[in-house]
């Protein structure tokens, strides 16, 4: 009986572990070269975007989703140096970026050299959805680097994943109590305090 106890518990913790393993809540500024969510390749180079809100957290950063609305200052940082020879642009358009042709474009940087290797752009964001296109002059056109900004919104997604690890660790834990009180072994050993 006490290996089913001591089995059961190696299951709990190997269980909580997995749920609570640093990959899975890593922030995003612990995350480097091409696991960053923010990282794009544009043909073979890499840029990286991040947006900023100083009037709300001064060093807070932001890829994808952005907590508040208000003036957001946008930065695309062109990972290489080839690209700082070429022509790039930032589109930020409302919605999606489903349908080009009924798009709200927000912010259009047209395309120029950015010889310090950095795009930036200021943008004063609303609630919902928005989709920054960063294109190269020389690059393919058709694969461009795309985000999709969440603004102000409540993500369920992760709401959901943040309470489902420590829900299934309290049921499992609830799990192996009944299964202990329930054992001989317990109940034994209470007759035996008893008598």
């Not at 840029?47 to 208000?70: D, N």
């Not at 985000?147 to 709401?159: A, E, G, P, S, T």
Request: hydrophobic letters at 40%.
């Amino acid at each position: 009986m006490m290996k089913q106890v001591t089995g059961a518990g190696a299951t709990v913790l190997i269980l909580v572990a997995a749920l609570y393993h640093p990959s899975v809540a890593a922030a995003h500024g612990a995350q480097s070269g091409e696991d960053d969510p923010c990282m794009r390749r544009v043909g073979e180079s890499l840029v990286h975007f991040s947006a900023y809100q100083p009037q709300y957290e001064l060093k807070g950063q932001y890829c994808t989703e952005i907590p508040k609305e208000g003036d957001t200052f946008l930065v695309v940082d062109l990972v290489d140096p080839e690209l700082r020879r070429e022509q790039v642009g930032m589109r930020v358009v409302k919605g999606n970026g489903s349908s080009d042709a009924d798009a709200q474009v927000v912010i259009d940087v047209r395309p120029s050299y950015h010889p310090d290797g950095v795009l930036r752009g200021e943008v004063s964001l609303e609630e919902g959805l928005y989709t920054v296109t960063v294109s190269a002059e020389k690059r393919n056109l058709m694969r461009r680097p795309q985000y999709l900004l969440r603004v102000h919104m409540v993500d369920y997604q992760k709401i959901v994943l943040s309470v489902a690890g420590p829900l299934v660790g309290v049921l499992l834990l609830a799990w192996l109590l009944y299964k202990l009180a329930r054992s001989k072994w317990v109940r034994n050993w209470w007759s035996v305090l008893r008598a």
